[in-house]
């Protein structure tokens, strides 16, 4: 009994040292496989990084071996394309070389002179017995060209043509309307070729910088101007059909820009060579009194003195005008003045001489192309 007690013990010792050693064996398995496994990592990623070293030099040599190519193809293709165009440049050397001397083997013949073509005076008689038979066979009478000279623009207002129909009846040659009959076409042909200064065409030009609400001002102003005149309206404001409750708009050409000055608008439609048909060009403000302007008469008087810019004279006693812009009822026409005290250091230059204000200058043909190029608007 006494030697059974200490055996639970020793088996108990036993077991724990058994523990002991499989836990110290599973430890060490443990740092040997995690030694295993970075030993292998490190091999896997030496690998990788010379296979991406090895695809890299592997890429480069391929991208230049296309290069490499691609710059041989195209110094051949441009090669190519010299030599093709060599070929043409000589091909057509040769056949302008064959052209020219197959040209210089045709005889040209000689172009026959024009006749002349025969004309008829504008008096009572040519001169010519058959002239004159034809004139008096088609009625061209001296009263009839008397009457034709009369024409104005007034004529063909006062007595408009009736609106001809959708679908005419008149004849066509080669899709062109025939509206006269051969003798009707040969009777205006003789009655235009001897009426020798005809002219509906208008001589000279007025321009106003409008806006709608000076309408009435500038009404009174074209009332002014005859039917020489063609009437040219800028404006301003925008507003051009309201305009038409005025006959005479309707005939009048109208350039409508927006919040721009007359000389702004003088400098871009007036050039010279659009108002070269017009022998004198008024270029006008809109706020002007006119009551006493004649239009005509003054055209004559600056043909008389020979001006070349100029404004008629301002009716008024009011110190706001220089002295060289108002009327002196004792000259026709004055270049100098005399002036306020101090006013003009030489009597002989602006605003005592050679002045002419901007608000109603009147240019001539010549002098405008010379305006027109100093102009910098």
């Known amino acids: 009994q006494l030697g059974h007690g200490p055996i639970p013990f020793s088996i108990a010792s036993f077991e724990l040292h058994h523990k002991l050693s499989s836990i110290s064996l599973s430890q060490e398995r443990a740092r040997v496989f995690a030694g295993e496994a970075a030993k292998r990592s490190q091999e896997i990623s030496k690998e990788a990084a010379k296979r991406s070293q090895e695809l890299t ?5 391929l991208s230049q071996e296309l290069v490499s190519e691609t710059a041989k193809k195209s110094r051949e293709i441009a090669a190519e394309a010299t030599k093709k165009a060599d070929l043409v440049h000589s091909e057509a050397l040769r056949a302008a070389g064959q052209i020219k001397t ?12 024009i ?3 025969p004309s008829i005076s504008a008096g009572s008689g040519s001169g010519s017995p058959a002239a004159d038979d034809e004139l008096k066979q088609f009625g061209v009478t001296e009263e009839l060209r008397e009457f034709v000279k009369g024409i104005t623009i007034s004529t063909f207002r006062d007595f408009p043509m009736e609106d001809e129909p959708e679908i005419s009846e008149v004849p066509t040659v080669s899709n062109v309307r025939q509206d006269l009959s051969e003798w009707q076409a040969r009777h205006a042909t003789l009655v235009l070729s001897t009426v020798k200064d005809l002219s509906l065409k208008q001589k000279y030009l007025v321009t106003f910088t409008v806006g709608y609400k000076q309408r009435e001002n500038v009404n009174a102003a074209v009332q002014k101007f005859s039917e020489n005149f063609t009437i040219l309206l800028f404006h301003y404001d925008g507003r ?6 005025f006959e005479w708009s309707k005939r009048a050409i109208h350039v409508s820009t927006r919040k721009q000055t007359k000389w702004w608008y003088a400098k871009r439609f007036l050039h010279p060579d659009i108002v070269a048909p017009y022998e004198y060009i008024f270029v006008w403000d809109e706020d002007l009194a006119v009551e006493h302007f004649n239009a005509e008469e003054y055209i004559k008087l600056a043909k008389k003195h020979g001006l070349e810019i100029s404004q008629p004279a301002l009716d008024t006693e009011k110190e706001i005008a220089w002295r060289m812009t108002r009327r002196k009822g004792d000259v026709e026409v004055h270049k100098e003045t005399e002036e306020r005290p101090d006013y003009c250091p030489d009597p002989h230059l602006p605003p005592c001489a050679a002045f002419v204000e901007i608000m109603a200058p009147v240019f001539s043909r010549k002098a405008w192309r010379c305006v027109w190029h100093m102009m910098r608007i």
């Open 115 to 117: 006749p002349p073509i």
């Open 240 to 245: 051009t059909s309201e305009w038409d409750e």
């Open 57 to 61: 030099m592997g890429a480069a040599c």
């Open 102 to 113: 197959l040209a210089s083997d045709i005889p040209i013949p000689p172009i026959p002179p």
